[in-house]
């Protein structure tokens, strides 16, 4: 069964898109802000999102730049009240799957949700990342540095996780705060050096590098 996050902040709106897909056999989530859009859609645990632009914390846009960033694939359906044809391309270009104007018919939009969960089924689905001597099992959640097994945490594999999928680019600490924790520590707090700390003498000081004043990047 699949599941779909709508997030959209008129209730009545979001009531009729949630009653509309769950009579059609799908599994669904509704929340209102896009911050919390943003940590969902972040944690796999969906296979479409049908997102608002106009949105309390973070808007839309935000949203979808932010996730496409963090290479979420996860296909996305703008549906909006905004219908000029700028917004339309800034969508489209910044990572939406398709674009939906306000007001619609449900018909259509269950039909554009049906067309984008078949290709993203069709698209292969990656298992394991890799770069250099490492690599990472996203199904048995195992590590591998060159010929040896690591057993990770749960922390430590996000962070993992999050430097295979951006080979060689430096990430700020707040890039990597906002992706592992999901939320923003004490400007002044260790916690990204501690884990990076603990990620090297797991899997070999050279494989993380410092970029001083920048961040951290995955050693090629």
Known sequence: MNRILIVEDEERIASFVEKGLRANGFTTTVVADGDTAYEYALTGGFDLVVLD??????DGFTVLRELREARVTVPVIVLTAR???RDTVAGLEGGADDWMTKPFRFEELLARVRLRLRTAARAPEVTVLRSGTLSLDLRTRRA???????DLTA???VLLELFLRHPGQVLSREQILSHVWGYDFDPGSNIVDVYVRA??????????????????????
């Open 53 to 58: 632009i106009g949105l309390p914390g973070r």
């Open 83 to 85: 219908d000029s044809v």
């Open 144 to 150: 591998r540095a060159g010929e040896r097994t690591v």
């Open 155 to 157: 922390r430590e594999f």
């Open 199 to 220: 990620l090297r003498k797991k899997l070999g000081a050279q494989q993380v590098e410092t970029v001083r004043g920048m961040g951290y990047r995955l050693a090629g």
